[in-house]
């Protein structure tokens, strides 16, 4: 059995690389790669977490004993491959900071308040048609520390799994119109522009909730000539 990916498709995404994005500097590999060739257990599995998609997973504001602070958003679209087909049955999980740029971990020292009725984190299985919905917390910017006055762009963290552990794929996806797009060296670590703004999403009217949550559409191409940039590819 063997995986074939096209090389062309590559160049949508992040060069290993880039001096502006500090971090890649120390963790970008100095010496050519060696090809390792997948043995049968990393391509066929297993994959973790399909089968413990629980419902209501997907929203992320039901979990706490009270709403989460910020404004509700829904962000939803569809998985689709190199063809615009969508990929069925795929895990899609998220994770994000809260409405005021601070994520649920002991490494975030960013002195903002957490919010206990948000985790920030959450999953989804794609339909048969490739589609996906979440219900989260619009996150705020937060500073980085890579270099003076350092903030990332609001974000969310999307993590996408296939049919086989091998085939995780990681992105993130932005909000539309943000300032910060031109200060930030890992949103600009994809250099071709058109590849950038597939990491956009759209705001979508028609599927927003009348007095409830606005709505943002985000697909994620897995590869081919609109592939989403992805940071491990």
């Not at 795929?90 to 601070?102: D, F, I, M, T």
């Not at 975030?108 to 299985?125: E, I, K, S, W």
């Not at 930030?184 to 927003?208: G, H, Q, W, Y």
Request: charged letters at 20%; hydrophobic letters at 35%.
């Amino acid at each position: 059995m063997t995986l074939v990916y096209p090389v062309q498709s590559l160049a949508a995404h992040p060069p290993r690389l880039s001096p502006a994005y500090k971090s890649t500097v120390k963790r970008s590999p100095t010496k050519p790669l060696i090809p390792m060739r997948h043995t049968l257990s990393e391509l066929t599995g297993p994959v973790y977490g399909h089968e413990t998609v629980r419902e209501g997973d997907h929203d992320l504001t039901i979990h706490g004993k009270g709403e989460p602070i910020g404004e509700r958003i829904i962000v939803h679209g569809h998985v689709l491959d190199e063809d615009g087909r969508g990929v069925p049955n795929a895990l899609v999980e998220l994770w994000q900071a809260n409405s005021c740029g601070r994520y649920v971990h002991v490494v975030d020292q960013h002195p903002a308040p957490l919010d206990p009725n948000f985790t920030g984190a959450g999953r989804a299985q794609t339909d048969a048609q490739g589609y996906y919905r979440f219900v989260t917390i619009k996150p705020g910017a937060y500073p980085w520390g890579n270099h003076h006055n350092a903030w990332r762009p609001a974000h969310i963290h999307f993590s996408v799994f296939g049919h086989a552990f091998v085939s995780r794929l990681v992105t993130q996806m932005y909000f539309p119109g943000d300032p910060l797009f031109l200060f930030d060296p890992i949103f600009n670590s994809v250099t071709d522009e058109k590849a950038r703004n597939r990491m956009i999403s759209s705001f979508d009217l028609e599927n927003t909730k009348p007095d409830w949550a606005l709505c943002y559409r985000f697909n994620i191409v897995l590869r081919g000539r609109n592939a989403t940039p992805m940071e491990n590819s």
